[in-house]
């Protein structure tokens, strides 16, 4: 390096600063425009969403969570939650399709008689079940 001359990270970095300058003044910043405000969800008396697409209140469901499977007949719907009765943890289906075609499973634990509430954030999937909800451990 002679006299006088600037190392070439110097140079660099003179550069890339000059080059950030001459993109904020051509291209500034956008302000973005503030959050709509949207209605908030009607819910009946018992906190419940009144509308819930594809879900038919007092219909028997099969539901795949994150980490399991639970049977149970649908009482409640809310933004956050689904609240199932006769409700039941199945911790074995067997081969999954015949489940469903035949509505038997290889180990049912079943809750407790009264209310389950599930997380709607966790659920995979969900059908209908159209056999008769599992009662008795197996």
């Not at 291209?27 to 969800?41: E, R, S």
Request: proline fraction near 7%.
């Amino acid at each position: 390096m002679k006299a006088g001359e600037t190392p070439a990270h110097e140079q660099t970095q003179r550069r890339q600063r000059r080059s950030i300058q001459t993109t904020r003044k051509t291209n500034p910043v956008k302000k973005t425009k503030p959050v709509k405000k949207t209605k908030p969800v009607k819910k009946t008396k018992h906190d419940e969403v009144e509308t819930a697409p594809g879900w038919k209140i007092g219909s028997p469901y099969l539901i795949r969570t994150v980490t399991m499977i639970q049977t149970g007949r649908l009482i409640a719907v809310s933004e956050h939650e689904l609240v199932l009765e006769d409700a039941a943890w199945i911790a074995d289906t067997g081969r999954f399709s015949d489940a469903l075609r035949g509505g038997s499973f290889v180990e049912i634990e079943p809750f407790p008689d009264g209310e389950v509430i599930v997380g709607r954030g966790s659920i995979i999937d969900a059908c209908a079940f159209p056999f008769a909800l599992p009662r008795e451990q197996k």
